[in-house]
Nanobody, 119 residues
Framework: QVQLVESGGGLVQAGGSLRLSCAASGSTFSINAMNWYRQALGKQRELVAV???????NYADSVKGRFTISRDNAKNTMYLQMNSLKPEDTAVYYC?????????????WGKGTLVTVSS
């Protein structure tokens, strides 16, 4: 099993920056892709950014050019650097890890960290 703990959320003014972290523990050797999702109040959870075990990345159109996903495999930690934040980025941000466990892989989630961007 894998445990994920997010940190780094908080209140920031529009145009500001935050860096989120996701610390993984447990069977971290089995982790393949790691992802950041977010869920705004009253909306569905959406995929924000993806990073593969080899470091390939992909982003939602809404955050391209502003957010950067990275991971430090030695520290079992994933990051999301968020710049030029907008009020519409306000959401609970969740860390997700996809592993190679079992015949179909496993999906793990952190409890989330709240990001609030004021206008």
């Amino acid at each position: 099993q894998v445990q994920l703990v997010e940190s780094g959320g908080g209140l920031v003014q529009a145009g500001g920056s935050l860096r989120l972290s996701c610390a993984a523990s447990g069977s971290t050797f089995s982790i393949n892709a790691m992802n950041w999702y977010r869920q705004a109040l009253g909306k569905q959870r959406e995929l924000v950014a993806v990073i593969s075990s080899g470091g390939m990345t992909n982003y939602a159109d809404s955050v391209k050019g502003r957010f950067t996903i990275s991971r430090d495999n030695a520290k079992n930690t994933m990051y999301l650097q968020m710049n030029s934040l907008k009020p519409e980025d306000t959401a609970v941000y969740y860390c997700n890890a996809v592993t190679s466990e079992g015949p179909y892989g496993m999906d793990y989630w952190g409890k989330g960290t709240l990001v609030t961007v004021s206008s």
